[in-house]
């Protein structure tokens, strides 16, 4: 199916919240009725635990964008749950790692 039919003509999400890792989780407690069968797949790909937005778009084979503007509708629409990745963690001290290593050699 065309994407422009899957996301009703639109090609930008309501929300440009959505990065590629992204954590997409569905809220359990709302019905499906009156949403279209890639609304309904996504919700119930989610269901299992989260995935990335890269991960759905994946799993329902449809190119990330399309996935992102069906994210944005379930997301306004309460279905969906977003998290941000994670923040990027601190490099380690490179002279402490090499302190390290040399402590583990003089052990060897």
Request: neutral net charge; hydrophobic residues 45%.
């Amino acid at each position: 199916m065309r994407p422009y039919v899957v996301t009703g003509g639109r090609a930008y999400p309501t929300r440009n919240t959505f990065d590629l890792v992204s954590l997409v989780i569905a809220a359990n407690d709302l019905s499906l009725s009156g949403l279209s069968p890639e609304k309904r797949d996504l919700i119930v790909l989610c269901r299992g635990g989260a995935l990335s937005v890269a991960e759905v778009a994946g799993y329902l084979s449809l190119p990330v964008s399309v996935t992102k503007v069906l994210l944005g509708d379930l997301v306004d629409s309460g279905h969906i749950i977003t998290r941000a990745p994670a923040p990027p963690t601190p490099r380690p001290d490179t002279q402490l790692l090499q302190e390290v290593l040399d402590g583990l050699r003089a052990l060897a």
